[in-house]
């Protein structure tokens, strides 16, 4: 079965760059799009089709997808930005989730 | 305004059936390429999509629990329903549905998420 990896955490400094990646075999021909979770609440779309931003995603939200790695990242990173993210595509049909990166912002 | 919510137990035993029901408003599972999928997040872990139901009745299941699974739609009461069949303590999860938008490039995604329901799977 397809399985796309996400680092566990990642750490950032406030007003810093924020890089997630979501690993996954030949996952460049693949799209992909990634969600914000914050604790108690639904994941909500930041990025779709590898670097489309929804309406009302700030423009420090970017995607990209190329090779076996798509990547989130975040420009001049928020406190608000403390979340888990998921990457997640899919592969014959069958949706596949990574398994989330806690981003902390300190 | 695209709007959706689950319903059902907040617990059940073990060996029981689940079954928890999506109702959503601001669009129509009559419409030409619209999806709607149950995902679920056991506490402090990664989400998983259970299921996924299309316009056309067509329907897609995580393989790992697809002798389990089974989802079905009421357009004219906008519902989707989902049942789990032989539950386990390790079902224990919040339960989402969630919207499908496609788009014509072949790329979609879950652009609309319900609040999620917890489950408890416990004698």
């Known amino acids: 079965s397809y399985e796309l990896t996400q680092p566990p955490s990642v750490s950032v400094s406030p007003g810093q760059t924020a890089s997630i990646t979501c690993s996954g075999d030949?996952?460049?021909?693949?799209?992909a799009c990634w969600y914000q979770q914050k604790p108690g609440q639904s994941p909500l779309l930041v990025i779709y089709r590898d670097s489309k931003r929804p309406s009302g995603i700030p423009e420090r939200f970017s995607g990209s997808n190329s090779g076996n790695t798509a990547t989130l990242t975040i420009s001049g990173t928020q406190a608000i930005d403390e979340a888990d993210y998921y990457c997640?595509?899919?592969?014959?049909?069958?949706?596949?989730f990574g398994g989330g990166t806690k981003l902390t912002v300190l | 305004q695209i709007t959706l919510k689950e319903s059902g137990p907040t617990l059940v035993k073990p060996t029981q059936t689940l079954t928890l029901t999506c109702t959503f408003s601001?669009?129509?599972?009559?419409?030409?390429?619209?999806?709607v999928g149950w995902i679920r997040q056991p506490p402090g872990k990664a989400l998983e999509c259970l299921a996924l139901i299309y316009w056309d009745d067509d329907k897609h299941y995580s393989p790992s629990l697809k002798s389990r699974l089974t989802i079905t739609k009421d357009t004219s009461k906008n519902q989707v329903v989902l049942t789990m069949t032989n539950m386990d303590p390790v079902d224990t999860a919040t339960y989402y549905c969630?919207?499908?938008?496609?788009?014509?490039?072949?790329?979609?995604?879950?652009?609309?998420w319900g609040q999620g329901t917890l489950v408890t799977v416990s004698s």
């Open positions: 997640q595509t899919w592969d014959s049909s069958t949706v596949v």
């Open positions: 601001g669009f129509s599972l009559r419409t030409s390429e619209v999806g």
């Open positions: 030949k996952l460049g021909d693949k799209y």
């Open positions: 969630a919207h499908r938008n496609y788009e014509s490039s072949g790329t979609w995604y879950f652009d609309y």
